[in-house]
C-alpha cells in the first residue's frame, strides 16, 4: 500500500473527521487505502466505513474488514449510494483526497507522466471511452487553446495549441513522447517540467470530467452528512480548491451567496477552518507530493432539508 500511495496529512485528517468512534465515515477517494486505514483504526467496532474508487487498481488495495466496504464507482453519486447503503439520516463523515495516487502517476501505462514513454490516456476509469489522444486529436484548436487555459492555467495555451494542431496534421498524437515533442517550443528553458506538468493536468481534467464531478460530489456530500457531520477536503491546485471554499461558504461552487427570508446564507455547511490546513515542512521532505495540499474541513449546519 505505502508504494501505491503515501497518505497526505493523515493526522491532520483523522483529527477533523472522526467526531464518532461508533460512526459511520466514507473515503471517497479510497486509491492505495492509507487514508481509509487510518480510519479503520480510529473507528471502534460498531463504526463503519464506505470506500468509493472508479480505478479498477484500487479494488486490489480493499481492507479485510467486516466494518468496510468498497464500490467502484465514482465519488459524483456519493449520496446514491449512501442512500442504497439505508443511511437515509445521514453519515458522521466523508473525506476526499483529490490528489492522483502515486500508483496512476508511477504506473507509465497509463499516461498520466510526461517522464514515461507511454500511450496518451489519462483516464482513472480504463473503462470510460474518452482518453487523452482522443482529446488532443479531436478537439479543435480553440477548444484545445480554451482547455490549457482554463484547466492548466497555460501561458502560451494559443501558440501551444496551434502546435499541437499542426503536429497532428503529420501524424496522429498517441504518446506523450508525441505530445512532448509537439508543445516543445512552448516550453520555458528553466522549467519544462512545471509547464509540462500543467499540460497533462489540464488533459487529465478534461478526460476525467473531474471539475463536474467534483461538483457533484460536493453538493451529494452535503445531502449525505447528518446535522454535524464532517467534511474533510484535501485540494491540489488553485481550481479545485477555489471550487471547496466556494462550496463551504456558499452552498455552490460558483460562490454565489443566496439568503433565504431571515437574512441568513443559504448553505448546507459551514467552515471549521478560515484557511487551509498545509503540511509540515517534515511531511513534505519525505512526500514532495504533498507540497501542494491543502486541508479544508466543514461541518453540516443542519438546516438544509433533506
Excluded: W
Excluded at 457531520?229 to 462550496?247: A, C, P, Q
Amino acid at each position: 500500500m505505502s508504494e501505491y500511495h503515501n497518505p497526505v496529512m493523515l493526522r491532520e485528517c483523522l483529527e477533523a473527521l472522526i467526531t464518532n468512534k461508533s460512526g459511520i465515515y466514507a473515503d471517497a477517494t479510497f486509491g492505495g487505502g492509507g487514508h481509509s486505514r487510518g480510519i479503520m483504526e480510529a473507528i471502534g467496532p460498531e463504526g463503519r466505513l464506505i470506500a468509493f474508487d472508479r480505478d479498477a487498481d484500487a479494488m486490489f488495495n480493499a481492507i479485510d474488514d467486516e466494518r468496510f466496504s468498497l464500490i467502484r464507482n465514482n465519488f459524483r453519486f456519493i449520496h446514491n449510494f449512501i442512500l442504497l447503503e439505508g443511511y437515509r439520516e445521514g453519515i458522521d463523515g466523508i473525506m476526499a483526497d483529490l490528489g492522483v495516487s502515486s500508483h496512476q502517476f508511477d504506473t507509465a501505462e497509463r499516461g498520466f507522466s510526461f517522464r514515461y514513454d507511454a500511450p496518451l490516456d489519462m483516464r482513472m476509469n480504463t473503462g470510460a471511452a474518452v482518453t487523452a489522444a482522443d482529446l488532443v486529436n479531436g478537439l479543435e484548436e480553440a477548444e484545445i487553446e480554451k482547455l490549457l487555459r482554463v484547466y492548466g492555467e497555460v501561458a502560451q495555451s494559443r501558440k501551444m495549441a496551434s502546435l499541437i494542431c499542426k503536429a497532428r496534421n503529420n501524424a496522429r498524437i498517441d504518446t506523450t513522447t508525441q505530445l512532448n515533442a509537439a508543445i516543445a517550443p512552448c516550453l520555458p528553458k528553466f522549467a519544462e517540467h512545471k509547464e509540462l506538468a500543467r499540460v497533462y493536468q489540464a488533459l487529465r481534467i478534461e478526460v476525467n470530467q473531474e471539475m463536474r464531478s467534483l461538483e457533484k460530489f460536493l453538493e451529494g456530500a452535503a445531502a449525505s452528512l447528518k446535522p454535524g457531520g464532517r467534511l474533510v477536503v484535501i485540494t491540489y491546485h488553485s481550481l479545485e480548491d477555489r471550487m471547496v471554499k466556494n462550496f463551504i461558504k456558499s452552498g455552490n461552487v460558483g460562490g454565489d451567496i443566496r439568503k433565504d427570508i431571515y437574512g441568513r446564507c443559504e448553505t448546507p455547511l459551514k467552515a471549521v477552518n478560515r484557511k487551509p490546513i498545509l503540511p509540515t515542512e517534515e511531511e513534505i521532505s519525505g512526500n514532495t507530493r504533498a507540497r501542494s495540499a491543502k486541508l479544508r474541513i466543514a461541518e453540516k449546519t443542519g438546516r438544509e432539508e433533506r
